[in-house]
C-alpha cells in the first residue's frame, strides 16, 4: 500500500477540498516525514497520479496574492471507495521492509572482518543516539499529536529498540559468527 496515496485521499476525505500547499502544510503539521515513508516533496506528482486513476479531480484554481496559481483537488466516489480499500488493506498488512544491511553483514568477508566488531559498534551508537531522538521529538512535539499519531511514533521508536537489542546480541554473539564465516571460507 501507498502511504502518499493513504495520506491524501485520507486528508482530502476527511477536511474536504484543499490545493497541494494545503496537503503540504498539513503533512508538515502532522509530522509525518518522522512516522510514515512520506515525502512531502512527493505530494504534487502522487496528486497527478491520483487525479489520473479518477480517485480525486481538480475543482478550480486558487490564486492569493502574488503566489501562483493553485489547483484545489477534491476525493471522487471512487477516491473514497480505494481509500476505504486501502485503509483495511494498509490495517490487515504486515511490511517489514528487508534492510540491506543484513546482505551486507552476511557478505562481510576476509580481512574485513577484522574491522566488523568497530562497524558494528558505530552502527549501535547511531542507533542509540536515534532512539533518544526519537524519544525526545516525541516528548516535545506530543502536544501537537493526537492519540493516534503518538502511539505511531512510538511504533517507530520500538522498532529502533528492538534493532538496538538484535544488535547488542550480534554484537555479544560476534565472536562465534566471525569464526564460522572464517571456517566457511577456509572449506566452502
Do not use: C
Not at 44 to 55: I, P, Q, S
Not at 63 to 83: D, F, H, K, M, N
Request: glycine residues 6%.
Amino acid at each position: 500500500m501507498s502511504s502518499i496515496r493513504l495520506f491524501i485521499l485520507g486528508a482530502l476525505s476527511e477536511r474536504g477540498e484543499m490545493h497541494g500547499h494545503q496537503l503540504r502544510l498539513l503533512a508538515e503539521e502532522e509530522h509525518i516525514d518522522m512516522w510514515t515513508d512520506i515525502s512531502v516533496g512527493g505530494l504534487y506528482g502522487a496528486l497527478k497520479r491520483l487525479a489520473a486513476e479518477g480517485l480525486i479531480e481538480a475543482v478550480r484554481t486558487e490564486r492569493e496574492g502574488a503566489y501562483p496559481e493553485r489547483q484545489v483537488w477534491r476525493i471522487t466516489e471512487q477516491g473514497r471507495i480505494s481509500l476505504g480499500a486501502q485503509l483495511i488493506g494498509t490495517l490487515r498488512e504486515i511490511v517489514f521492509r528487508p534492510d540491506p544491511f543484513d546482505l551486507a553483514f552476511t557478505r562481510v568477508t576476509g580481512d574485513k572482518l577484522g574491522n566488523l566488531r568497530s562497524l558494528l559498534d558505530a552502527r549501535l551508537a547511531k542507533l542509540v543516539a536515534l532512539e533518544a531522538d526519537e524519544r525526545a521529538h516525541l516528548d516535545t512535539i506530543s502536544q501537537y499529536l493526537n492519540l493516534a499519531e503518538q502511539y505511531a511514533m512510538r511504533h517507530r521508536r520500538a522498532r529502533i529498540v528492538a534493532d538496538i537489542e538484535w544488535l547488542r546480541d550480534t554484537i555479544d554473539h560476534l565472536p562465534e559468527i566471525i569464526q564460522d564465516r572464517s571456517s566457511r571460507e577456509e572449506h566452502p
